[in-house]
């Protein structure tokens, strides 16, 4: 049976896949499978973090700098929407003076007197420090300045050393401690120009001055516009300053996509980023200006979620995305990646004209172009019948047209079949067939909410679209995004919506916590044959959680699930059989046959709950069965049987060290762990396991 739901389940913490057997008398306690691993982000947790926005755009005793107050906004947009920075924890300073300066970052003979200092917690914190505007050069002392917006450029002590900046962030960092991370991004440079050829903010000409780099201690991750003793250069299409820009579209998820470098994973790791930086900042600053700029960025162990790209350089990650997906269309050269194209280029779609071209070359050139011009007509009035009236030998826009009237089958659309590729549920009765699903923790989340956003934006009739819009918000903890498109399929009839839906009630995740409600949606979607929701119900009713407890109704719905193929609902009738109560028979080995038969249908929470059970006194009940054999089947389902075995490290009742070994030995044969056979769950077997289980998964 396919195990998306408990996955889903087992990263919201409702309950995990795993077997809790309480059975009187036995004193046993089967293990519960692991939860899904922690993100690795080390931004990923916020809540507490603080950041000092500051955008100098104009000053009193110099030029502006343009878009240093776009910067700022777009900056406080993406610490806000996507790192989940609280706003108030965020604070923006706009033309910034001296005072303001030592206010927020503190002074020089004071340097634990300034706000952020005060703001941040130990152990709790991230910190991020940004800045666009005027940096200067002290001529005398060779040490850079950010000018404040009541500074004199040609007066060093004017201005706020960066020195002194960087000293007081050291205390800082160190008071937030060695696992959180303090970020200082500076977009700005120090060699006396303003970005504009031919002019100078100094009254002394330093052509080539180089300033001297402030010292550092470990720890804090600069970003830096440029390196070297050249100016800092603007994106003018996106009207910010170009290490801004690029920063901002490179953590969006370009970073991270293959045709940049990256690995794909869905993930903008610190490394990927930098590469990103150097290569994007310094190709575009020589394109644009005929000028050098090479950013300086320090490695750091940082992880990012792909995300959305901010409103600020949205139309620029577009622009790029649909460049890349148009070299793609070209070097495949073929009908369908020139239709693809055209089907998912959205609203930036720059190369649509060549792609049509490619499409309707030679005699049928002439209707291709009569076909376009009659979409373009008839689709800006939504009159999609009257397109498909007008429709003759060419027909492009057919399956979109008939799929804005309603149409029942709109697989045929590439946006569709992108959405499905990329985030349909391995468990979901409307997925369709030929589709393969995807796990929730191996979504995609950034494309796979373009591509369903776009999908069930053309499909809003087809409810299986708008689920799973709803797991790929989900995916990237955007709760109230995931509550709006879960409700929509929920109310179209979508049962496995109606169960993820009833989970963000039960959390308060996105939506106030209603526990009432998300019994409700728990019972409809059992009903309609969702056999975790059904465990769902069981479990409230079980322990009382929001609404009155039951334990005899729970057992009742356990059974059922149990029936129906779920696993962890067997380790609650175990404990029936074993006392006889609420009408089961007492016979313990009827429930223990329960595992039996659900690791013969190959489930592997099953299997590693039969091992687990044989290495603590209950082999009886499973001859001629080895726990190691089990545990081995379990690993070949992939990362659920990886996770269940892996934590029966963590359970009451243990795997044996005589079968951890043995299990070692044959991970070691195979070229997976090069670890001690100890008998523990180390960290490297633990790495191996997952390793080996996704390498050998047969399913």
Known sequence: MPREAVMSVMRKSIRVAGAVLLAAGLGLTLPPPARAAADPAVFSDNADSVAVVIGNRTYKQTVPVDFAHNDADAIRSYLVERLGYRESNVFVLKDATLNEFNQAFGTERNPQSGRLWRSVREGRSNVFVYYSGHGVPDLATHQPFLLPEDGNPNQGESGYSLETLYRNLDLVKRKIGADRQLVVMVDACFTGETGRKGESLLAVSAPGFAPAKPKTEAGIVRVVA?????????????????????????????????????????????????????????????????????????????????????????????????????????SLGTREAFETYVGTCGETCAYRDRAMERLFAGRKRDAAAVDQENWGRFSAQRQYQAYLDSCREICAYKSLAEGYLGGSDPGSDPRVKRCDELAAATDDRDRPKGVTGVKMGRIESSAAIEACRNAATAYPNVRRLSYQLGRAYDRTDRYKEAFVAYDVAAKAGSISAMNNLATLYENGQGVKRQQAEAFRLYRQAGDGGNVVALANAARMLEYGNGIPKNEAQAAALYKRAAEGGDVPSISKLVPYYSTGSYGFPKDLRQGFDLFRRAADKGDPVAMATMATLIDNGFSGFFPGVRSSDMVMRALKKGELGAASVSATDTAAQKLKPDTIRTVQRAIKEADYYPGAIDGRFNPVFVRALDQYAKANETE
């Open 226 to 330: 440029t390196s070297g003793a050249t100016p800092a250069n603007w994106d003018e299409p996106n009207k910010l300053g170009l290490l801004t820009s690029r920063f901002l579209m490179g953590a969006s998820g370009l970073a991270d996509a293959k045709d940049q470098q990256g690995n794909g994973n869905g993930q903008v790791e610190w490394s990927e980023l930098k590469s990103y930086l150097r290569r994007e900042v310094e190709d575009t600053a020589r394109r644009t200006s005929g000028r050098e700029q090479v950013p300086e960025v320090d490695d750091a162990p940082i992880v990012l979620k792909a995300a959305l790209p901010v409103d600020a350089v949205a139309k620029g990650v577009a622009a790029v995305r649909d460049e890349a997906a148009w070299r793609r269309a070209e």
